[in-house]
């Protein structure tokens, strides 16, 4: 089993920036890849970033690009979004997400290739 605790939401205003943190615990394979998703009201869960083990390959969503930065610390089991110009629309729960690759694939953007979740950290942006 793996477990993922996000940390680093909170309320921000518009043009703000943000770090949001994932830890993972557990029994993570050595090749696992990261992610960051995110539901905002009434709205369906949308990929953000995904980060694989190395740290070269990182994916991000057109509406994210230029604007956050995925990292990782694989010594402290750490994947970090560094969130800047932030935008009202970024309003949403955002949830670390874990694919133990053992297949040893690229990052993928589809929620369905991710093994754990976390609880998720409310991120909400005002005017």
């Known amino acids: 089993q793996v477990q993922l605790i996000e940390s680093g939401g909170g309320l921000v205003q518009a043009g703000d920036f943000l770090r949001l943190s994932c830890a993972a615990s557990?029994?993570?394979?050595?090749?696992?890849?990261m992610a960051w998703f995110r539901r905002a009201p009434g709205k369906e869960r949308e990929f953000v970033a995904a980060?694989?083990?190395?740290?070269?390959?990182?994916p991000y969503a057109d509406s994210v690009k230029g604007r956050f930065t995925i990292s990782r610390d694989n010594a402290k089991n750490m994947v970090y979004l560094q969130m800047s110009g932030l935008k009202l629309e970024d309003t949403a729960v955002y949830y670390c997400?874990?694919?133990?690759?053992?297949?040893?694939?690229?990052?993928?953007?589809?929620?369905?290739?991710?093994?754990?979740w976390g609880q998720g950290t409310q991120v909400t942006v005002s005017s």
């Open positions: 997400a874990l694919d133990q690759n053992y297949g040893l694939s690229a990052p993928s953007a589809r929620p369905e290739t991710y093994d754990y």
């Open positions: 557990g029994r993570t394979s050595r090749s696992y890849i």
């Open positions: 980060i694989g083990w190395s740290g070269r390959n990182t």
